[in-house]
Nanobody, 123 residues
Framework: QVQVVESGGGLAQPGGSLRLSCTVS????????MGWYRQTPGKRRELVAA???????NYPDSVKGRFTLSGDEATNTVFLQMNNVKVDDTGAYYC?????????????????WGQGTLVNVSS
C-alpha cells in the first residue's frame, strides 16, 4: 500500500508562482530517486526536476533558474517551487519515485507514479 500522494497545482498567471508537493507514504526502506515530470498533449513526457538518493536536485534547461526542488527526507517528500511560470509550463505534472520496498524486493527498485496534478498558466 505504498502510495505517491500529490498536492498543489492549479491556475497561475505568467510570471506567477505555484508550489507542488509529493510524498511517498507507507513503509519503505529508502528513496533512490524522486521528482516531477510533466505531460502536454502532443508532446513527450519530460523531466521537470528530480533528486538523487542524496537529495541533490537536477534540472533541465527549460526550468533551470525558475523552479527549485527541495526535500524532506524524514517524510519522503519533495517540494517543487515554480517561480516565474510561463504559458509553456502548462500541463499535467506527475510525481515519480524509485524506492527500495520493505517487502517484495528482488534486486530492483520499485517505480511509483502519482495520479497527476494539473498546472494551467494563462492570462
Amino acid at each position: 500500500q505504498v502510495q505517491v500522494v500529490e498536492s498543489g497545482g492549479g491556475l497561475a498567471q505568467p510570471g506567477g508562482s505555484l508550489r507542488l508537493s509529493c510524498t511517498v507514504s507507507g513503509d519503505i526502506v529508502r528513496i533512490h530517486t524522486m521528482g516531477w515530470y510533466r505531460q502536454t498533449p502532443g508532446k513527450r513526457r519530460e523531466l521537470v526536476a528530480a533528486v538523487d538518493d542524496n537529495w541533490r536536485p537536477n534540472y533541465p534547461d527549460s526550468v533551470k533558474g525558475r523552479f527549485t526542488l527541495s526535500g524532506d527526507e524524514a517524510t519522503n517528500t519533495v517540494f517543487l517551487q515554480m517561480n516565474n511560470v510561463k504559458v509553456d509550463d502548462t500541463g499535467a505534472y506527475y510525481c515519480r519515485a524509485e524506492i527500495v520496498p520493505v517487502v517484495g524486493y528482488a534486486g530492483r527498485y520499485e517505480e511509483l507514479w502519482g495520479q497527476g496534478t494539473l498546472v494551467n498558466v494563462s492570462s
